[in-house]
Structure formats: C-alpha cells, structure tokens
C-alpha cells in the first residue's frame, strides 16, 4: 500500500488548506485512515482519523477547524483545515492500517503571516 498526500503549502493564519492523501489500492476494506503531524522538534502525533464506518476522531486542538474525509471511490482521504493558526505549522503525513501501520511521505504546511 503506498500513500501520496498533497495539498501542503504556505498560508495566512486564518485561512484554510485542504490535504488530499490518494492510496494505491482500494480503501475500502481500509478500516483506519487519518492524519497525523510533526513539528519540528517534537515527536508525530494524531491530528484525525476516520474508519470506513464513518466514525471520525480528533486532536482536541484541532476540533471545530478541521474535517476529516474520505472517498473510497477515489481511494482517497482528505483534511481540510479552516482558521488555521501558526501553531498548525507541520509536516503533514497520512495514514492507514491495514494489517499493519502505513505512512505516507508527508507534506508542509506552514501557516505564517
């Protein structure tokens, strides 16, 4: 299973970025996809995660601002994340199980005025 996550970049605080993660293979037996970030200097933690019965799960810091989505027809999940702040700036990397942990490469987001 290989994992390509896009959709990274430089942006205002206030402002919003939608990530795409595209998977190789058909999710639909994924049960866990999510996204987890990494700042520089400090270990990777949960941002959101959601499983193929819907059910969504979030860093409390990021709760009411991101959203968490997926389109098993497209093999594809997505984060998309409104009033970003600068404490968002992170290395971006998405997720699934499948029988085992698989990540992707990651992606920069910087929110910076």
């Known amino acids: 299973v290989q994992l390509q996550a896009s959709g990274g970049g430089l942006v205002q605080p206030g402002g919003s970025l939608r990530l795409s993660c595209a998977v190789s293979?058909?999710?639909?037996?994924?049960?866990?996809m999510g996204w987890f970030r990494q700042a520089p200097g400090e270990q990777r933690v949960l941002v959101a995660l959601?499983?193929?019965?819907?059910?969504?799960n979030y860093a409390d810091s990021v709760k009411g601002r991101f959203t968490i989505s997926r389109d098993d027809a497209k093999n594809t999940v997505y984060l998309q994340m409104n009033s970003l702040k600068p404490e968002d700036t992170a290395v971006y990397f998405c997720?699934?199980?499948?029988?085992?942990?698989?990540w992707g490469q990651g992606t920069q987001v910087t929110v910076s005025s």
């Open positions: 997720y699934c199980f499948y029988g085992r942990p698989f």
């Open positions: 293979q058909s999710i639909f037996r994924v049960n866990i």
């Open positions: 959601t499983s193929n019965i819907g059910d969504t």
